[in-house]
């Protein structure tokens, strides 16, 4: 649905978490942008345009995630690896993921996608570094067409692995390139997808880490990305295992490794940022590059608290991500809210971050992330991206004191009412637009337990 919505009589509206809250206000939507904000509520509309009563409900800009592996919603909860650190995860899983094909990237892909658009999320990234052998398809085509049908915002990285057991790297040797295939590859994918400026489509060059790609394909995907003025992206200092690998392998600390690639800068975004040191911190602040904070996975695998407090302190801009599926092992965008609030608690005590923080940090600070413009905020001209809840459900009862804040304090259902994306309803009264729920569900058992099966992981 598309053209004019009016949301009517908010009970609870932020357009921006460095404002306070209105309750009345009306929001006019028009052809994909916020048409007109009105504080007393008194838009007038004709009998063309949908109105939608939002006197229950809170309405926040659409959340932004930063990482994710979406390849990963046909392998949760394996009970191999549900206890096991980040190498030993990856050596296991990996051994099934080199069995995927074309009809797992586009069912995975739109799990994925409609569990954060249930969640509130409008704009999302993709990790996606995993090219098997036998791979026919456009994997980032499937991907694209996956976000189309079901409305979202969609920056993918074009991922990378070049670096092989035999080149004691930690993959199989079917699922990682050549350079030169990575390269030509990810220069197609910029030139048929890339949109810049204010769009619904965008690419990023990511290397997958350290230990997974060669210093040389390293600097040369910067310098491909800066070519084109596309983004960049890596996981970097997740582990303690990765920083021992780095030192041995290069001699160097991984940020280190980035700077003589050249993968710093305010076009850098570097998923997870735990063991950065003292000294580290404050490069990363006065290079602008950002961080991809992901605390349930940093929790789940047990790979350290990152220091988000004294990142935000410093000035760096760091955003919020679900991170991969099986290491989460979900994609509720509002719940990553939650548990990035309580996660910096543990370390840093009752004030180490607000719900207003963390809600910047979960919108504006990733939209800035991606690179997607007039994105983040509820402002007149700005894209229409939003989420909005109901707050009159027994779980919310008592909590109307503040109820931007209930939404990540109370609650037990993270799900939206309405999910809007460009101006678009993409979540209607609770339920999927693009694609019917049931219909996606039973596809993703089918295709994971034909995945699982292939790896000899059940028979």
């Not at 919310?396 to 799900?415: E, K, P, Q, V, W």
């Amino acid at each position: 649905m598309s053209g004019r919505i009016l949301l009517k009589d908010i009970h609870c509206l932020r357009t921006d978490f460095q404002k306070p809250a209105l309750s009345g206000a009306d929001v006019l939507i028009e052809n994909g942008i916020i048409k007109k904000i009105s504080k007393e509520g008194n838009i007038k509309v004709d009998s063309f345009t949908k109105v939608i009563n939002c006197s229950n409900h809170t309405v926040i800009p659409g959340l932004v995630n930063t990482h994710h592996h979406f390849y990963q919603t046909l392998t949760r909860n394996l009970p191999e690896v549900q206890d096991a650190k980040l190498f030993d995860w990856l050596i296991y899983l990996y051994e099934i993921w080199k069995g995927i094909d074309e009809e797992a990237v586009s069912v995975s892909s739109s799990l994925a996608m409609a569990e954060l658009l249930k969640t509130g999320c409008t704009a999302t990234t993709d990790h996606h570094y995993l090219y098997p052998r036998g791979f026919s398809g456009d994997l980032m085509g499937l991907q694209f067409e996956a976000a189309d049908k079901l409305g979202m915002r969609f920056s993918p990285t074009r991922g990378s692995m070049s670096l092989s057991k035999k080149d004691n790297g930690l993959p199989p040797d079917s699922v990682v390139q050549t350079e030169d295939e990575i390269l030509e590859d990810s220069e197609r994918c910029i030139k048929r997808y890339h949109q810049s400026g204010n769009s619904m489509h965008k690419i990023v060059l990511a290397p997958c880490s350290p230990f997974s790609v060669t210093k040389d394909l390293m600097s040369q995907t910067s310098a491909l990305a800066r070519k084109y003025n596309v983004r960049l992206h890596t996981h970097l200092c997740e582990t303690f295992d990765e920083n021992e690998f780095c030192i041995q392998m290069y001699g160097m600390r991984p940020l280190d490794l980035m700077k003589e690639c050249g993968m710093v800068g305010s076009d850098v975004f570097f998923a997870h940022g735990i063991h950065f040191n003292d000294e580290e911190l404050k490069y990363l602040a006065d290079s602008g590059s950002h961080i991809a904070h992901c605390p349930s996975s940093n929790m789940r695998l047990g790979s350290g608290i990152c220091r988000v407090k004294e990142m935000l302190e410093l000035g760096i801009n760091v955003g919020l991500a679900v991170d991969g599926s099986a290491s989460n092992d979900s994609s509720d965008m509002l719940g990553e809210l939650r548990q990035a609030l309580l996660l910096q608690r543990v370390k840093y005590g009752s004030s180490a971050l607000t719900a207003d923080q963390v809600f910047t940090m979960g919108s504006i600070n990733g939209a800035n992330m991606l690179g997607f413009e007039k994105t983040g905020k509820i402002e007149e001209g700005w894209n229409a991206d939003m989420a909005i809840y109901d707050v009159s459900t027994l779980p919310y009862a008592g909590s109307h004191s503040d109820s931007s804040a209930s939404l990540i304090f109370c609650g037990t259902n993270h799900n939206t009412a309405y999910t809007i994306v460009n101006g678009k309803i993409v979540v209607d009264d609770g339920r999927l637009v693009g694609y019917d729920e049931e219909e996606l569900a039973a596809k993703g058992r089918e295709v994971s337990v034909k995945l699982l099966k292939k790896a000899g992981v059940i028979e």
